[in-house]
């Protein structure tokens, strides 16, 4: 009798062992992302005697594998064999989150906030990083409180519940300070026009990692003024901030830097178009008329309905005093689109210079119409002996 009971623990010990060394033979693929041989042994292991830490490295896979609706099941798998598995809890509140269930998700993390103190969960487990940033990695709970409160404050913001999005955005860091909380925290502010928060916010992020380029475009759309840090802008990730920042130098009255972020982006996008008529502008203002003329010419070579070239080219041959090339090219620009005050008014100046006084009358005339001041003004001071 003894050796019948000792072949029987003797096999159930085998059976476990195989189990736990098809478990651990997952888990060291799946930490390498060999997807597919991470899921064939915990395959084998989920055949014999499943455990939730079985399941849950089997979600953890699906979810690698972009089959969020198999990683659920396996996530309520985990809470069914431990119902207090608050890891499972929160996998299954990002999945909800990311699939539009919101309400679900931020139930899913109130669950995990509510019980997280009382909970023993201490162990390292497997985990996907929420924001993206790092893939998957080693970590505990009690660690990602920080993205839980952020997670559960995303969800009130996308209900539109933004006090209550705040309250856990402030709670996220509390309990951790982070680039990617910061970011978020910044961007509820903004839609509640409290803008200098929001800089604030974005300043403190761009502090613990410069080289942040949501904190950096965030930053960039709330606040004109600010400049990009030279080494950073043949970063690939700073790409499509370029004409952004050329745009908002332009508006701040920094033409050099303007087009100097625009031949950035044409550096990096020979066929970008408006990189070329927006470094044409900026290169307008700085005295560079044969430059810009070029770079709006290479505009409409790349693409034929940028139409504004006209006028501009007008005005670069205008401030080089070619006033007969320039209403040239501004009559084509008004043959196109007679709606525009400013080229009308340009045009009209251009023939006065030409001493060409009644057709720049007329001109002035069409640009009063269209409610230019300035037109009406020139008016009195060119035509008012008509």
Known sequence: MRAIVSIVLGAVFCVHAFSQDYYDQARAYFNDDRIDSARYYINLSLAKKPTAEDYFLSGMIHEAENKDLRALADYEAVIQKDPDNLEAYFQKGLIYYNSASTE?????????????????????????????????????????????????????????????????????????????????????????????????????????????????????????????????????????????????????????????????????????????????????????????????????QLEPSRTEAFYLIGNSLFYEKKFQDAVGFYEQYLSIDSGYENVWFNAAMAYLSLKEKEKGCSYLEKASALGMDQAVKAQEEHCGSQ
Do not use: C
């Open 104 to 300: 679900q998700a931020i139930q899913d993390f109130t669950y995990v906030i509510d019980n997280q103190s009382s909970s023993e969960t201490r162990a390292i487990y497997y985990a996907n990083d929420p924001s993206g940033g790092k893939g998957t990695f080693l970590t505990t709970l009690q660690s990602m409180m920080s993205q839980v409160y952020q997670y559960r404050g995303m969800a009130h913001q996308k209900l539109g519940d933004w006090d209550k999005a705040l309250s856990d955005f402030n709670k996220a860091l509390e309990n951790g300070l982070t680039v990617e909380s910061l970011i978020n925290r910044s961007q509820l502010y903004a839609k509640m026009g409290k803008e200098q928060e929001a800089i604030k916010d974005l300043k403190a992020a761009i502090a613990l990692d410069s080289s942040s380029s949501k904190a950096w475009y965030n930053l960039a759309v709330l606040d004109e003024s600010v400049k990009l840090p030279e080494g950073l802008l043949s970063d690939e990730e700073f790409i499509p901030m370029l004409n952004l920042m050329g745009a908002n130098a332009y508006e701040s009255g920094d033409f050099t830097a303007a087009a100097m972020y625009h031949s950035k982006a044409i550096e990096a996008d020979p066929s970008d178009d408006l990189a070329y008529i927006s470094r044409g502008k900026a290169l307008l203002r700085t005295g560079s008329y044969g430059q810009a003329r070029q770079d709006f010419i290479k505009a409409m």
